[in-house]
DNA sequence: ATGATCGGTTCGTATACTGAACCGTCGTTT
DNA sequence: AAACGACGGTTCAGTATACGAACCGATCAT
């Protein structure tokens, strides 16, 4: 791994949870030598991709950060066509949504939408999504590149009892994904929390992004259940249109039979 | 230079009119070797930074770039207090306005807002902005830390022939901005670019930022200036509220005579 | 065919990165 | 108030890592 990467990879331990960190923090985080992060810290804040809070020290995410964002936006306006269909996706289901876009072969988040409706609900706060442990990912796996199933094997992490960490468990689950046209975890990264994803295609009729709703896992009932899939599919259809894309004939074949949910039980009730 | 700055430096070749370069093209944007620009995009794309379009080979930036951002912006939120006032200041004064942000030495952009009224305009595309060439570099080097002269005087990069090239060409320029409450800089930066920059202070008291107005030299009329001074001080006075700082008295007392312009004369017609 | 330019690769050299140990400061604890 | 631990920051020898000249195969215009 190079210098660089090793510097830039100090900028994933910000979150929105943690947006302030100092010196021994971060060096904790990354477990790293203290003046290597030091250095590469210094690096960063002279590139503004990381500024010190001049009253405690402290680290935060730079300006120059965004600037290039908005270069990035301007030139694929991605966030732009997903923010509408995301929040309509997140007001219907009632739960959180989010968009995650594939570079190479790891998973970024672009956009996400909490829930509308509930004080207890899941977060989205990752640097990227884990492939094989998150519904976004399984379905990045089943619909994207080839590549990314020996990428996602490469780094099986266990982060709960119920994730795959085997090429077995995950391959199982990747064919359910292709069988069905959604991704699927059920506390595979964190316990009670539950979610579905479908992807989303570019311009270049390849696959570029993943759609998803994440919920708290006692909530879902075959109803919601029903009612995220036929959601997903409205919202994936949406963003890939306005990405300048369209769904594979295979994956509106398998998205055919969804029908909208009866009114049986209201989400927002 | 570190390997991680110098990867880093590649990412400013990228601008709203340069959105996707190749290699080559980067390499000789940077002046660097190709072996190395290469290695070093190797670098950036690993964590998502750049992207490469997989059919022209170009570079473009990545989508990591937009999830810091938005980090960022959750905890520092400047680019959302300061939209509203730099709309209306574009507004008011039908010219080009921007805000750009002092981090470490360096003042990068944080929200341009193009002329809402002239087809031909000031367009604000810099990855930073120029201490000793523009006025809000003046204007930064007036009312932001000491060190901020040494800085501009340590490059003194002449790009028109009203560039201030001189220890003391610079001295004359910050004592004026001191002397008024606004940098200026006419054709400084850019030929027949005339700008006038106001401070922005947060919530320490530092200088922070600073506000600015861009147009066509040729425009630029008496009455037109005395706009622009009036609306910057207001934008100036509603982004530091809205940052949770307070304006300095001095620069009060410096901005207590200005006056809105009678109108005789409607930018807008 | 030829040559120019493109993205990408190789390999020996030497530069610049690493991390253990150290420093001064600050806020607590005893 | 002395001792302590944790903090941000600095030093320096040793070596891992970055560098760039030269090279490769593909593409395109001449």
């Not at 804040?45 to 270069?71: D, I, S």
């Not at 976004?136 to 080839?146: D, K, L, Y």
Request: charge should be negative; charged fraction near 20%.
């Amino acid at each position: 791994m190079s210098s660089t990467t090793k510097a830039l990879e100090l900028l994933s331990c910000f979150s929105e949870a943690r947006p302030e960190l100092g010196l021994s923090e971060i060096r904790r985080i990354a477990g790293r030598d203290k003046a290597t992060t030091y250095r590469h810290l210094q690096d960063l804040e002279a590139v503004g991709f990381v500024e010190q809070n001049q009253v405690t020290k402290n680290y935060r995410l730079g300006p120059a950060l965004l600037h290039l964002a908005q270069v990035r936006e301007a030139s694929v306006p991605r966030k732009a066509g997903a923010e509408g269909p995301l929040a309509a996706l997140a007001k219907a289901t009632g739960e959180t949504a989010h968009v995650a876009v594939l570079s190479d072969k790891t998973l970024y988040p672009l956009l996400a939408r909490d829930s509308p409706t509930y004080a207890i609900r899941a977060i989205i706060d990752l640097a990227t999504f884990p492939l094989h442990a998150t519904s976004s990912g399984i379905c990045a796996v089943a619909f994207g590149p080839e590549a990314l199933f020996e990428q996602a094997c490469a780094a099986l992490e266990k982060y709960t009892e119920a994730t795959p960490v085997t090429r077995a468990a995950l391959t199982e689950e990747v064919a359910r994904a292709r069988a069905t046209g959604f991704g699927h975890g059920l506390g595979t990264f964190e316990a009670d929390i539950t979610s579905f994803a479908a992807p989303i295609f570019d311009q270049t009729g390849q696959f570029a992004a993943t759609v998803a709703v994440a919920g708290v896992a006692s909530r879902l009932t075959p109803h919601l259940e029903a009612l995220i899939k036929f959601e997903l599919a409205g919202a994936s259809r949406a963003i890939t249109r306005s990405w300048g894309g369209s769904l594979p004939a295979a994956i509106e074949d398998l998205w055919s039979d969804l029908t909208p949910p009866s009114e049986i039980q209201d989400p927002t009730s």
